[in-house]
């Protein structure tokens, strides 16, 4: 499948009064033409810094790439201009943002915010195409009356139909990749179904591929193709999503999975996973989840386990796949 995403080795950090934040830390990734990827984990985990780095979106100062690559349509985006940049966001990577309300401008009709990025990046295109478009890309996101209702303001659309405004702000310039950054945690959950129902024929119409980042299993399983899940600045396992949901290896990912709420399980209780994630400031040089992980083992807190593939799209970073914890796992159970 052809990749239209690699990140390679990326690093962010952030200067603070109290230091330095390593926030992202080696994430590795690639996104085929097409597919959903989501990234998943807790607050602060990295993932949202993941996503503005690739549309270059980290404010330096204090933020800073310091290393690694992003490779978009075979040219590196971390040594693109601020310039060049211009050209590639919402024309060929466009973002989505959690909160419609904050992302949309209060103070002007939604046929101008549409036709705005439109007539920046299309140049030669007029008023009448371009509001044309307007009208067809209203119509794909499912918003009835299109004509009339593009001359409204933000405040007249319920919160569900703000967030399909800015699915099709996001897209009237048709690009290759869509970063969904939580869209639909702000929403009310019948909202959130039919969002999701959206992205899934947004996909089959347009054919883009989209990474979703959210804390969310359940919008995960909804869809994405695969999971990466991403534990203090790392992604510690990546696989599809039935890899994920159902041959998980990383005791961090399992634990996600039974803090779930599954309607399946009936009379069995939610486990939280005890304790808190690791201080960035100065991040531990072996496994970040070692001080809550139950299976957790000497060598864990003195050196970061070696990524072991599991097979072409399973991969995960953790000792208990070493042939040796494994021999000592054996025989424990034996004895
Ligand atoms: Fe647990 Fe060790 Fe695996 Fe980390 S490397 S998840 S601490 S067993």
Redesign the pocket.
């Known amino acids: 499948m052809e990749n239209i995403l690699t990140v390679d080795n990326l690093h962010v950090t952030f200067k603070t009064y109290g230091g330095t934040v390593q926030a992202v830390r080696g994430v590795s990734f690639t996104l085929h033409k097409g597919e959903t990827l989501a990234i998943v984990g807790e607050s602060g985990c990295g993932k949202s810094v993941t996503s503005n780095a690739i549309m270059r979106l980290i404010p330096d100062p204090p933020g800073k790439i310091t290393a690694g690559r992003i490779v978009f349509k075979q040219q590196d985006l971390t040594r693109l201009s601020e310039k060049s940049m211009r050209k590639i966001r919402g024309v060929d990577i466009s973002m989505i943002f959690q909160d419609p309300m904050t992302a949309l401008n209060p103070t002007l009709t939604i046929e101008t915010q549409l036709v705005e990025g439109l007539k920046q990046h299309q140049k030669d295109i007029s008023s009448k195409e371009a509001k044309q478009k307007a009208i067809e890309i209203m119509t794909l996101v499912g918003i009835p009356n299109p004509r009339e209702r593009m001359k409204q303001y933000p405040h007249q659309f319920s919160g569900g139909m703000r967030q399909r405004i800015v699915i099709a702000i996001a897209l009237i310039c048709e690009p290759d990749l869509l970063i969904a950054d939580e869209p639909t945690t702000a929403l009310d959950v019948t909202i959130q179904a039919q969002i999701l129902e959206l992205f899934e024929k947004i996909q089959n119409v347009t054919g883009v591929s989209i990474i979703l980042i959210t804390h969310d299993l359940g919008v995960v399983a909804k869809i994405a193709d695969r999971i990466a899940v991403m534990y203090a600045g790392k992604i510690?396992e990546v696989g599809t999503k039935r890899e994920i949901f159902y041959e998980s290896e990383?005791?961090?990912t399992k634990g996600l999975l039974k803090s779930v709420p599954r309607l399946d399980l009936k009379g069995e209780s939610l486990k939280p996973i005890d304790g808190t994630p690791p201080d960035l400031f100065s991040p531990p040089a072996?496994?970040?989840?070692?001080a809550?992980?139950?299976?957790?083992?000497e060598?864990?807190?003195k050196a970061?386990?070696a990524q072991t593939t599991l097979t072409d799209t399973h991969r995960v970073?953790?000792?208990?796949?070493d042939e040796r914890?494994k021999k000592l796992l054996a025989q424990a159970a034996t004895t």
């Open positions: 510690i990383h005791p961090y072996g496994c970040p989840f070692t809550r992980c139950p299976f957790a083992m060598v864990c807190d970061y386990p970073d953790c000792w208990l796949q914890a």
